[in-house]
């Protein structure tokens, strides 16, 4: 009891010698251990505050990896729909003759296209959510679709996540898929579908995960001459 009977506070010796006052004027402890009459320390405080910031960088980084595979997602089911449905319209869109007929406002009017997407200055194809240049066509009873790639290391993921959840799963409906650049028109990583991928030719429905990254990988060393994925089905 701090307190004398009477009221008083008591008198302790032993707080002059140690502390250099009485008890009864020196501030209480309060907060339990470790806290003091004046709060906490600015080393607690800069301790609370690093670890505010370490989980906000971490909250910010899985948000931006969130919201990169939400794009994704939603830029693979827009070709998706847009391919199924020009194989839905087939047989009525493909021409037989060699010459090219750009499909641009036939898709738009079937409302294929995603409202997003904008027409390019040339009115003969499309730009996508990334930047993208679309080109369909139809050309010797084919349908011809060629993507010009734009951001090479977002496009990267962009051209694997095609591969895994657009091509391959339509493999038995498609020709041919390649890769070529603008400056050398060279193909490269030319894959087959179920019609035309025997005598020993690379088939669309084997593509490894490796394969895909390797074929997509392509357009990321050739962003300064153009490169692009065009696919015949």
């Known amino acids: 009891n701090d307190r004398a009977s009477n009221g008083e506070e008591l008198y302790r010796p032993w707080c002059h010698k140690i502390l250099g006052t009485d008890c009864a004027s020196r501030p209480r402890m309060t907060g339990g251990r470790g806290a003091n009459f004046f709060g906490r320390s600015m080393i607690e405080m800069l301790g609370v505050l690093a670890i505010i910031a370490v989980l906000s960088v971490g909250g910010i980084a899985g948000y931006s990896k969130a919201m990169e595979k939400y794009k994704l997602n939603k830029v693979t089911e827009q070709y998706s729909y847009l391919f199924q449905g020009l194989l839905e319209h087939g047989d009525s869109l493909r021409l037989s003759g060699p010459e090219d007929k750009f499909l641009t406002n036939i898709v738009t009017a079937l409302n294929l296209v995603p409202t997003s997407w904008t027409l390019n200055s040339n009115n003969l194809s499309f730009i996508d959510d990334y930047g993208n240049n679309v080109g369909i066509i139809t050309r010797n009873k084919e349908f011809v679709f060629n993507l010009g790639f734009r951001n090479?290391?977002?496009?990267?993921?962009?051209?694997?996540?095609f591969f895994q959840n657009v091509f391959q799963p339509l493999h038995a409906y498609?020709?041919?898929i390649h890769f070529y650049d603008m400056k050398s028109v060279n193909q490269q990583y030319m894959y087959y579908g179920d019609t035309m991928c025997s005598n020993g030719r690379l088939c669309l429905r084997d593509m490894t995960v490796s394969d895909i990254h390797k074929a997509c990988g392509y357009c990321s060393i050739k962003e300064g001459s153009g490169c692009f994925l065009v696919v015949y089905f």
């Open 174 to 176: 498609m020709n041919r």
């Open 152 to 161: 090479a290391e977002l496009n990267t993921k962009t051209c694997e996540a």
